[in-house]
Structures are given as structure tokens and as C-alpha cells.
């Protein structure tokens, strides 16, 4: 599916557009319009009901703003950096690691500034977009600094480039809120912001963006074995290992018991690649585009032991990262302590030590495009989204067949029953052909239709998006009935009755 036509299906619905478009734009901002708002609260609700109910994760929220000194001890302000050159001629800024692979085609993970120097040179490399010259290569800090206060005593603030750090702060507190014992989670949903040098890749590389990450404090003992570790063991995945990657191997599908038995990594991460990937195919994501990949050793984070991301694998975009699951060892822990003179040590029996963090760090914008670009569908003229209910902005809209009659009147009865009941439910009238096209663009699930025949047999018309199938159901079973198409446990085939 071609990238113009999800981004114009995306900009007509009302899913997501540039945003600040009368201003003339400003790249690496997205606005979500009504259809990708209620997506995106969806996709949150996913990940927050498995990591509060299943996982038991403690919710917080904290400022996405913070006094300099906070990611100074993170080592952002020093590290968090990509590899700048400018063209000469017209200004323009890129990521020079990304020119350099354009032109060589290889890989430049874990080569040094003066290599990069040497490589553009060497290779000739000029400004792609009006071939002047480029300027010296230097490092540039992704950060949004501004400040916080009038006057003297104002201090200098950043905008966070993860949440993750502001979890880590308050460790004492929670800690507390766990009653002193370890493992224990906690997760923060919110928005982080990243001045990146040149996004143009639509919600896959936002200057603002929103995340769910979740941390996980344990005992460095506890790194072994996860307790819930028997439920996910015998699950496949789509594995490419740091070694594959460097013997330039494909990737192969394993048991996630088989991850560990093979040392390839530990029992936490294994769980959460497993957990990560059964959230994305209830998303609607296509498995078959679904990979876990580990970090080689040049590539990984500064702070981190071991590092993977199950990436979706983009027809429009290339592989796009949707989750890192890391190993942060007790690296931010001590970090904070260190530089906050706070001590971040625990008492668990007589031993001392600074717990250890795995991180669950989640982007919310890229599996929104992600279950875009793998739910499209296009049959004939008419073009649909084949979400599953779960994520569907609208599982069910209703429809009076005509705006007389008192049909409306009957109709938005049959909406106030469902809104009730806890579906997400639109109404809407007009044509019924133009009613159905835009609800297929919308990907609601179902449609009802109360017609003149309702009266008489208290039944409306029930059509399913996918196949475009329609069957009689009567009022009262209706809830019933969309409750378990919605979980799955009812066949549309079996609903109601035939049409006559
Ligand atoms: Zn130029």
C-alpha cells in the first residue's frame, strides 16, 4: 500500500495531518483529528489494562519538563546527541551517519566523528538536495532546552527526551509504594519531545511524541526468571539476533524458551518481546511484518547491557522501532544517586544494593501507523480498514434508513441503548450507500440500520465491514450479540437471521 494513499485516507478521515498547516508547517508535528484520537486512546488502553491488571505496574505521571540538572546526571545533556553536518550552500541540516550510509550502502554503527569526517570526504558526498558542499560534521544535542522562572534566578529547564527518567527520580517514593519489595513496576504514559535534525517520516519520526514506558525494579538475582515465564515460553517469534545481524544472516523464527536456553538473552527480556508482540497482533498489526530484533554491541544505548526492539517492518517506511525492551542494569539508579546525593539503595535481607531497571519503552504514534498501514484494504473501488474491534475508533455505528418518519427518533434510541451498554458507538444519517463508505474508512466494525420493518419485526440490519455480509438481529439481543462478535466469541454467520 502506497504511502500517499494511507496519509490521504489518514488526512480526509480525520485520522492524523501536519500540524500548524496555515502557518505553513513545521516538520516532525502531528495533529490527531477525531478518528486518530480515539485510535490512539485505544492503542494506550491496550497496553495500560495488560501492564496495570496482568502486570500489576504502579501509574504515574510527571512533568514532561524538568530543571537541566536532572538529565545532566542521566548523561543526556552530555550523550544524547546525533552526528550534524550542514550544507554550505543552502543551510540544510542532516544526520551526516544517514548521508554516509545512503551513498556506501553500509552500515556506520559504532564508527567515531573523525571516521564520519573522513568518510564523507572520502566517498565525496554532497547535499542531496542542491549538491553544495558540506560543512565540518559536529555533534548536536536532541534536547529542547528553554528556561524556567523570570530573572536572576531562573534556571536552565529541558523538555524530557524519555519518560523513563522521570520514573526514575521518584524511585524512593515508589519503592515505599511497593512495600519495600522488589520486583515491582511502575509505568508512565505522556508525551516526550526530541529535536530531531530532519523528520520527514510522518508519525515514524515525531519532534513530540507519546510514549508508554514501563519500569521494572528488581533484585540483579531476579534477572534469571520471570515469574509469569511459563506462560509465554512455548510462543514463536521472529528472532534476529546481534549475531545474525553481524554474519548478515535473515532472521528465524524460536520458541522464546529458546532465547534463554541459547543464553541470547534473559527471562525478563524474552517475556516482554513475547507480551509486546501478542499486544501488536490484538492491535491489528500483521504479524508477519513483526520482528524481534536484538542490538549489536556498537549500536546499544550508552546506559544499557542488552537491548531489543520488536520492529514492524514497513512497506512505506523500512523497519520502524515500536518498542525497546533494555537491560538499563543499575546504570540511572546510581546515576541519580550520585549526582542528587540522595541514596538509591535498597535493604532487601541484609543485602545492600542499588536495584536493577528493565525497561518496556512503548511509542504510542508508531503502532498507530503501523495498525494503519496493515489494516488498510482495498476491494474494488471501496477502500476499508479492517481493524480488530479492540482498537476500532467506533465498533458500531447506527443509522435511521431514512430522516423521516420517526425513524431518527427510533435510531438514536438504539444509540443511547449501546452508548449504555459501553460501546463505542457513532450515529449518523443521509444516504445509506455514502453512510457505509465512510464508516469503511473509518473501520468501524459494525453497522445497524433501523428501517421500516423495525417497527413491526423490533429487529434492525447488522453489516459487517470486512465482508460487507448483513443479517436481521432483534433489539433485545443486541448487546448481547455485539459483545460477543466484539470478543470473538460469536461468528457473524450465526447472528439473527438470514436477510429475506
Ligand atoms: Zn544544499
Redesign the pocket.
Known amino acids: 500500500m502506497a504511502k500517499d494513499n494511507i496519509l490521504d485516507v489518514a488526512k480526509r478521515r480525520g485520522f492524523f495531518w501536519p500540524s500548524f498547516e496555515i502557518y505553513g508547517g513545521c516538520a516532525g508535528f502531528f495533529t490527531y483529528g477525531p478518528l486518530g484520537s480515539l485510535l490512539k486512546l485505544r492503542v494506550e488502553k491496550m497496553i495500560r489494562e495488560h501492564y496495570v491488571n496482568n502486570e500489576r505496574c504502579m501509574m504515574i505521571e510527571a512533568p514532561v519538563l524538568s530543571p537541566e540538572d536532572a538529565w545532566v546526571a542521566s548523561g543526556h545533556v552530555e550523550s544524547f546527541t546525533d552526528i550534524t553536518v550542514e ?1 554550505q ?4 541540516a542532516y544526520r551526516a551517519d544517514h548521508l554516509l550510509e545512503e551513498r556506501t550502502k553500509k552500515s556506520t554503527d559504532g564508527i567515531s566523528l573523525p571516521q564520519v569526517q573522513k568518510m564523507l570526504q572520502k566517498n565525496n558526498v554532497k ?1 542531496p ?4 558542499s558540506l560543512d565540518k560534521i559536529y555533534d548536536y544535542n536532541l534536547m529542547f532546552k528553554t528556561f524556567i522562572g523570570p530573572g536572576k534566578n531562573k534556571i536552565s529547564g529541558c523538555l524530557r527526551p524519555e519518560t523513563a527518567q522521570t520514573t526514575y527520580m521518584p524511585f524512593r517514593r515508589l519503592f515505599e509504594l511497593a512495600r519495600k519489595k522488589l520486583p515491582f513496576g511502575a509505568i508512565q504514559f505522556g508525551r516526550s519531545f526530541r529535536n530531531e535534525i530532519s523528520p520527514r517520516q510522518g508519525l515514524v519520526r515525531l519532534r513530540e511524541f507519546s510514549q508508554a514506558e514501563a519500569q521494572f525494579f528488581l533484585d540483579p538475582k531476579q534477572k534469571g526468571s520471570h515469574p509469569n515465564f511459563d506462560a509465554v515460553k512455548d510462543v514463536k517469534l521472529t528472532v534476529l539476533t546481534k549475531h545474525d545481524q553481524t554474519m548478515n544472516k535473515k532472521g528465524k523464527v524460536m520458541k522464546v524458551s529458546g532465547l534463554v536456553k541459547k543464553k541470547l538473552t534473559n527471562e525478563w527480556i524474552a517475556y516482554f518481546l513475547a507480551v509486546s508482540v501478542e499486544l501488536y497482533k490484538n492491535m491489528g498489526i500483521d504479524e508477519g511484518m513483526l520482528r524481534c530484533r536484538q542490538h549489536k554491541d556498537d549500536e546499544r544505548s550508552f546506559y544499557s547491557s542488552d537491548t531489543w526492539d520488536v520492529e514492524f517492518v514497513s512497506k512505506v517506511y523500512g523497519k520502524i522501532e515500536l518498542v525497546g525492551i533494555a537491560d538499563r542494569t543499575d546504570y540511572d539508579l546510581k546515576r541519580h544517586e550520585e549526582f542528587s546525593k540522595n541514596s538509591m539503595a535498597v535493604n532487601i535481607d541484609g543485602r545492600k544494593f542499588i536495584p536493577h531497571v528493565v525497561e518496556v519503552a512503548y511509542g504510542i504514534d508508531r503502532p498507530v501507523y503501523s495498525i494503519l498501514e496493515s489494516c488498510m484494504k482495498k476491494d474494488g473501488d471501496r477502500v476499508y480498514f479492517s481493524f480488530p474491534p479492540a482498537v476500532s475508533p467506533y465498533q458500531v455505528a447506527v443509522f435511521p434508513l431514512v430522516r423521516k418518519d420517526g425513524l431518527p427518533e427510533e435510531a438514536r434510541g438504539i444509540y443511547d441503548l449501546l452508548i449504555d451498554a459501553g460501546f463505542y458507538v457513532l450515529y449518523d444519517e443521509g444516504f445509506i450507500g455514502k453512510l457505509y463508505y465512510r464508516q469503511d474508512e473509518a473501520g468501524t466494525s459494525f453497522c445497524l440500520t433501523y428501517d421500516y420493518d423495525s417497527k413491526k419485526d423490533k429487529s434492525v440490519t447488522i453489516r459487517n465491514r470486512n465482508d460487507q455480509k448483513q443479517r436481521r438481529v432483534k433489539i433485545k439481543d443486541l448487546v448481547g450479540t455485539l459483545r460477543g462478535l466484539i470478543n470473538g466469541q460469536t461468528d457473524f454467520e450465526k447472528v439473527g437471521k438470514p436477510i429475506k
Open positions: 550544507c550552500k543552502c543551510g540544510e547535499c538536495k542542491c549538491n553544495g
